[in-house]
């Protein structure tokens, strides 16, 4: 068997402290190298003798390790060992600056070993300074005078007995929880120590290989009741992406833009993060040509942080409609907005927006059509129209409500010239019992650019 001992020593400076992800993520990105990942005391241990020629061996191996580390601000030591215990002593005596010796295990400095700690005074008087001088004691007078746990782990040392891990696994759902090193008053002192549970998300979201589409920021109040009002036990914030990412960068950006709009009703104490909703990862799509690679943020990005900023409802997005009539077409949705529509439902609606007839609609609709002056007969928008293209009749709108007046639609449609606006779209709507026959009624109805 063949160990490797890695370590994590994080600066004196508390605020490097969020940069280093939770031990269990620890384990998580250990997990992309060995299935035979285990916690030992302060060190993580991976035993990687039935992998490590798949990684172009050990020296390949540990320097994909140092490359890969996920807590890059923070100094990580590594050591290597036949056993467990061995690499696990040269990590302390490389975290000490202390030379190794050359016989291993035999002269390996006894207080490395975490079994002869308590009894290191009593068998420094009887000259044991080294595992190997404590291993040379006769076995039975060694058990009754320290303990089996002593005698058990220099056996362990030497080969003689197997070692038993538990083994860390990659759980099915995310959900990582820490206890705040100080009560926070606000909301957005929540988000230093987020930091490293979102550190955390991103090990798993790689190991899972999938993206985060939905994430839920919870915290306990510290207090029960506050000013005579019961409180509830906890607060939390949703955030939700329109695609599934691994960009914590983002998320970040998300959870601060709603942090900074909540107001804790209470002092919190822990904080936790769990994902709601979460997709297969594809991956991102490269490409040879320059122009695609562009810099800065994607558009949905960009969305989803105005929507969180400004208000779910101050952002819109179009969402195309099963109808004839050019103003209903469309309709305006908030941009993060779940789509309650059952997938069939939506596709028929894409569908049939899709395929209405051929015709020369112009890029910008009024949210309602303008009435506009006559000049006799000729219709009038900054001067006088001069019809070019028409007219394209429509008559639809039987199936509406009360929000339609109980009276379809029946117009013929014209791309008219304005002298001052340009080329505008405008239709006539037909006599029907709304008005007289003799009446006529035209509307502007969009513009081309």
């Not at 000013?227 to 983002?250: I, S």
């Not at 529509?341 to 395929?355: L, T, Y």
């Not at 209405?356 to 609609?361: E, H, K, T, V």
Request: charged residues 25%.
């Amino acid at each position: 068997m063949h160990w490797i001992a890695l370590q994590w020593l994080p600066e004196t400076d508390a605020s490097e402290a969020p940069t280093l992800p939770t031990p269990e993520a620890l384990g998580w990105w250990a997990l992309h190298y060995t299935p035979h990942v285990a916690w030992q005391e302060e060190a993580l241990m991976l035993e990687v003798s039935a992998c490590e020629r798949l990684w172009g061996g050990r020296l390949q191996l540990m320097r994909q390790l140092v490359a890969s580390n996920p807590a890059p601000d923070v100094r990580m030591l590594g050591a290597q060992g036949a056993t467990s215990l061995i690499a696990l002593a040269r990590l302390r005596l490389f975290e000490r600056d202390e030379p190794r010796p050359q016989d291993v295990p035999a002269g390996l400095p006894l207080d490395t070993l975490s079994a002869a700690r308590e009894h290191l005074d009593l068998l420094a008087r009887l000259g044991c300074r080294t595992w190997g001088e404590v291993a040379a004691l006769p076995r039975g007078g060694l058990t009754r005078r320290f303990g089996a746990a002593l005698r058990e782990a220099l056996d362990i040392a030497w080969g003689l007995r197997p070692e038993s891990h538990g083994w860390l696994t990659l759980p099915d759902v995310f959900e990582q929880k820490l206890e705040l090193p100080a009560l926070a008053e606000t909301a957005p002192e929540l988000m230093w120590s987020a930091n490293r549970l979102l550190t955390a998300l991103q090990i798993w979201l790689r190991a899972r290989q999938r993206g985060a589409r939905a994430l839920e920021l919870q915290w306990t109040l510290d207090l029960k009741r506050f000013n005579g009002v019961n409180l509830p036990p906890r607060q939390q914030v949703t955030v939700r992406t329109a695609e599934p990412t691994q960009d914590m960068a983002h998320l970040r950006r998300l959870l601060s833009e709603k942090l900074a709009l909540t107001t804790l009703a209470a002092p919190a104490s822990w904080l936790a993060l769990r994902t709601l909703e979460t997709d297969p990862w594809a991956g991102a799509s490269t490409s040879f040509l320059p122009e695609d690679n562009r810099k800065g943020d994607k558009l949905h990005e960009m969305v989803e942080r105005l929507s969180v900023r400004l208000g779910a409802h101050q952002v819109v997005v179009p969402a195309a409609q099963a109808d004839h009539r050019p103003e209903r077409k469309q309709a305006w949705r908030p941009a993060l907005q779940q789509d309650k529509a059952p997938p069939d439902k939506a596709r028929r609606e894409a569908k049939a927006a899709a395929s209405q007839p051929d015709a020369i609609y112009p890029p910008w609709l009024l949210p309602e059509p303008l009435l506009l002056e006559m000049d006799g007969e000729r219709p009038c928008y900054r001067g006088p129209l001069r019809k070019l293209v028409g007219p394209q009749r429509i008559e639809a709108g039987w199936w509406g409500g009360k929000e339609d007046g109980g009276q379809p639609a029946m117009r013929d449609y014209y791309v008219a010239e304005s002298p001052e606006a340009g080329l505008v779209w405008v239709f006539r709507e037909r006599p029907s019992v709304r008005f007289s026959p003799g009446e006529v009624r035209w509307y502007l109805q969009g513009f081309y650019a």
